[in-house]
């Protein structure tokens, strides 16, 4: 048998486990073959409400084991999901992506929204072996509040004593807001009264509003829990961003540079809080190489 059916024999014996795997009581789940997707995995169930993620494997793997690259979304902590994950595409470069569903505000508060995102990260690790996948060569991407998210994925301090380690290689952060505290919606002036401030998505967030809570702010901030041993980073934002100010991104690049954080900072032209101009070869060119780098390169 040559190589290339030996892999193919391989990539079928894997999929007939994970078929069993997923109809022994685990989670519902659809498995499209011409994609190599699997579907609404539960991967964990704080407090009873069920945790789902979906896995795009590559077709043709080039390694016996993929690195990969999990996906977070946006939409202000109170919206989104993990359906039609921005990240996917990698699944063509030779990545597992692993897009996530993570309680919203309306279910619980900071800080669950992290918890569940380190349990993705545990979860990676645990089905590694079943799935084909890497264990060592983990990164985070995320848009919006999920680049909030995945920042914090690479900075804040890991739980001590883990069982198994939620630390990420690398991280992508898409125009994510990284200093709660100064993030405008987040704070009365220029039209903003304490009413608006107290039914923002910051305090939403964190149950209460920056002023009366400036630790919590803080520990919900990348910002300010940068240090010398965080992931890599890629940052990409809009320098017409209406909704997350670029600031955010600028300082928080530099910040990781004076730790000695390898960090890499583009900015969009023209671009607003997400939007076409974040989804072209160039950006994309980008995105690939610093994962590429940091994941494949190790």
């Given at each position: 048998?040559?190589?290339?059916?030996?892999?193919m024999r391989?990539?079928?014996l894997?999929?007939?486990?994970?078929?069993a795997?997923?109809?022994?009581?685990?989670?519902?789940?659809?498995?499209?073959a011409?994609?190599?997707?699997?579907?609404?995995?539960?991967?964990?169930?704080?407090n009873?409400?069920t945790l789902?993620?979906?896995?795009?494997?590559?077709?043709?793997?080039?390694d016996?084991?993929?690195?990969v690259?999990?996906w977070?979304h946006?939409?202000?902590?109170k919206?989104?999901?993990?359906?039609?994950?921005k990240a996917s595409?990698?699944a063509e470069?030779?990545?597992?992506?692993?897009?996530?569903?993570?309680?919203?505000?309306?279910?619980?508060?900071?800080?669950?929204?992290i918890?569940?995102?380190?349990?993705a990260?545990?979860?990676?690790?645990?089905?590694?072996e079943?799935?084909?996948?890497?264990p060592?060569?983990?990164?985070?991407?995320?848009s919006s509040?999920?680049g909030?998210?995945a920042?914090?994925?690479?900075?804040l301090?890991y739980?001590?004593?883990e069982p198994?380690s939620?630390r990420?290689?690398a991280?992508?952060?898409w125009?994510?807001?990284?200093?709660?505290?100064?993030?405008?919606?987040?704070?009365?002036?220029?039209?903003?009264?304490?009413e608006?401030?107290?039914?923002?998505?910051?305090a939403?967030l964190?149950?209460?509003?920056?002023?009366?809570?400036p630790?919590?702010?803080?520990?919900?901030?990348a910002?300010?829990?940068?240090?010398s041993?965080d992931?890599a980073f890629?940052?990409?934002?809009?320098?017409?961003?209406?909704?997350?100010?670029?600031?955010?991104?600028?300082?928080?690049?530099?910040?990781?540079?004076?730790?000695?954080?390898?960090?890499?900072?583009?900015?969009?032209?023209?671009?607003?809080?997400?939007?076409?101009?974040?989804d072209?070869?160039?950006?994309?060119?980008?995105?690939?190489q610093?994962?590429?780098?940091?994941?494949?390169?190790?």
């Amino acid at each position: 048998m040559n190589h290339k059916h030996s892999k193919m024999r391989t990539r079928s014996l894997r999929i007939s486990l994970i078929y069993a795997f997923l109809v022994s009581g685990f989670s519902l789940a659809i498995l499209v073959a011409e994609s190599e997707i699997i579907r609404d995995i539960e991967y964990s169930r704080p407090n009873d409400y069920t945790l789902l993620l979906d896995l795009y494997l590559p077709q043709e793997a080039k390694d016996s084991a993929v690195p990969v690259v999990i996906w977070v979304h946006g939409g202000g902590w109170k919206n989104g999901s993990k359906k039609n994950s921005k990240a996917s595409w990698l699944a063509e470069e030779g990545y597992a992506v692993i897009s996530i569903n993570y309680r919203l505000t309306d279910v619980a508060q900071w800080p669950a929204q992290i918890d569940d995102c380190r349990e993705a990260v545990r979860w990676t690790r645990r089905n590694a072996e079943l799935f084909g996948l890497d264990p060592n060569r983990i990164g985070s991407w995320g848009s919006s509040a999920g680049g909030h998210l995945a920042a914090l994925m690479g900075t804040l301090p890991y739980p001590e004593n883990e069982p198994i380690s939620s630390r990420v290689l690398a991280v992508c952060d898409w125009y994510g807001p990284t200093e709660l505290l100064t993030m405008p919606p987040n704070n009365i002036g220029d039209g903003r009264t304490e009413e608006d401030v107290a039914n923002s998505n910051g305090a939403k967030l964190l149950g209460c509003t920056v002023k009366d809570c400036p630790d919590l702010a803080k520990q919900a901030s990348a910002y300010d829990n940068v240090s010398s041993d965080d992931a890599a980073f890629l940052i990409m934002h809009g320098d017409e961003d209406p909704g997350v100010p670029l600031q955010q991104s600028t300082q928080f690049h530099d910040r990781l540079r004076q730790y000695g954080v390898p960090s890499a900072l583009k900015v969009i032209e023209g671009a607003g809080h997400g939007g076409k101009l974040f989804d072209t070869p160039e950006v994309r060119e980008a995105v690939l190489q610093f994962f590429d780098r940091r994941l494949k390169r190790i």
